[in-house]
T-cell receptor, first 118, second 113 residues
């Protein structure tokens, strides 16, 4: 049962344009969401996060949108740069401590390979 | 501030052996969690430690174990290695409270022959 899904295995974008990466989740108990960027053989690099009490969070070129009713989040990168080319993972967690729930436990999607062409 | 460090970065073992991986979290972070990444299964949660106590455990066999020391450093042990244990093992740390971001180390690439 995959609770976090990234349905697009890959995305190709021209430099300077917007990249939109999507993520869907099924567990309504998730209340904190994160996006990571990853290169092969390296650890994921934290990009941006959002709490379920918000619907948008922005940090520089990165904006995350959360639609709780649709159980959907997206990461917008504007403008896209060739250095953004990597695998992007969304992750979800439950922050409410209910009988041992862990703040550190993240459930990841399968990732989307982003390629930004010069 | 130094990031999460993991040692060793690369490891080659044979089936049946055991292995211990080490992780030093970001200074001040009390939560350390471990993940396994494989091409087929993606990033899978192994377990999390907070203040030397295991807070949560993923769906992995008992051959996978871990511990955390009083200085928050953590070790992960895999006994009786199998070929399928070949993976990138990632350690992550966080402050451990609500809304805390989780930061990953570079990983240990384990190859089981």
């Amino acid at each position: 049962d995959q609770q976090v899904k990234q349905n697009s295995p890959s995305l190709s974008v021209q430099e300077g344009r917007i990249s939109i990466l999507n993520c869907d989740y099924t567990n309504s108990m998730f209340d904190y969401f994160l996006w990571y960027k990853k290169y092969p053989a390296e650890g994921p690099t934290f990009l941006i996060s959002i709490s379920s009490i918000k619907d948008k969070n922005e940090d520089g070129r990165f904006t995350v949108f959360l639609n709780k009713s649709a159980k959907h989040l997206s990461l917008h990168i504007v403008p896209s740069q060739p250095g953004d080319s990597a695998v992007y993972f969304c992750a979800a967690s439950r922050r409410v401590n209910a009988g041992g729930t862990s703040y550190g436990k993240l459930t990841f999607g399968q990732g989307t390979i982003l390629t930004v062409h010069p | 501030k130094a990031g999460v460090t993991q040692t060793p970065r690369y490891l080659i073992k044979t089936r049946g052996q055991q292995v211990t991986l080490s992780c030093s979290p970001i200074s001040g972070h009390r939560s350390v969690s471990w993940y396994q990444q494989t091409p087929g299964q993606g990033l899978q949660f192994l377990f999390e430690y907070f203040s030397e106590t295991q807070r949560n455990k993923g769906n992995f066999p008992g051959r996978f174990s871990g511990r955390q020391f009083s200085n928050s450093r953590s070790e992960m042990n895999v006994s009786t290695l199998e070929l399928g244990d070949s993976a990138l093992y990632l350690c992550a740390s966080s402050l451990g409270g609500p809304g805390a971001s989780v930061h990953f180390g570079p990983g240990t690439r384990l190859t089981v022959l």
